[in-house]
């Protein structure tokens, strides 16, 4: 969606480790948007223990959000590839 996104995250140290977090705005239609990158960290465990580490995440995603007064999101979930969560 925002072509420079990766450079932006490598330039900025964001590893999407567990807990990491980095706020991006950009332009889009003479609009700016906000994108909220958030960390899951390497999958590891059971499959409960990774639903419970996305539903914080997301939690943490959450209030971000809402300290800047975003009022809509949007939110790609993990693949199977890339989590052990089998829906």
């Given at each position: 969606?925002?072509?420079?996104?990766?450079?932006?995250?490598?330039?900025?140290?964001?590893?999407?480790?567990?807990?990491?977090?980095?706020?991006?705005?950009?332009?889009?239609?003479?609009?700016?948007i906000?994108f909220?990158?958030?960390?899951?960290?390497?999958?590891?465990?059971?499959?409960?223990?990774?639903?419970?580490?996305?539903?914080r995440?997301?939690?943490?995603?959450?209030?971000?959000?809402?300290?800047?007064?975003?009022?809509?999101?949007?939110?790609?979930?993990?693949?199977?590839?890339?989590?052990?969560?089998?829906?």
């Amino acid at each position: 969606f925002y072509p420079h996104a990766q450079k932006i995250l490598q330039q900025h140290s964001f590893l999407g480790k567990r807990g990491d977090s980095y706020t991006l705005t950009a332009e889009k239609d003479g609009r700016l948007i906000n994108f909220i990158f958030l960390g899951i960290g390497n999958k590891k465990g059971s499959c409960a223990s990774e639903v419970e580490n996305l539903r914080r995440t997301i939690a943490r995603g959450v209030q971000i959000a809402k300290r800047l007064k975003i009022t809509s999101v949007a939110v790609p979930l993990p693949t199977n590839a890339t989590s052990n969560i089998n829906a």
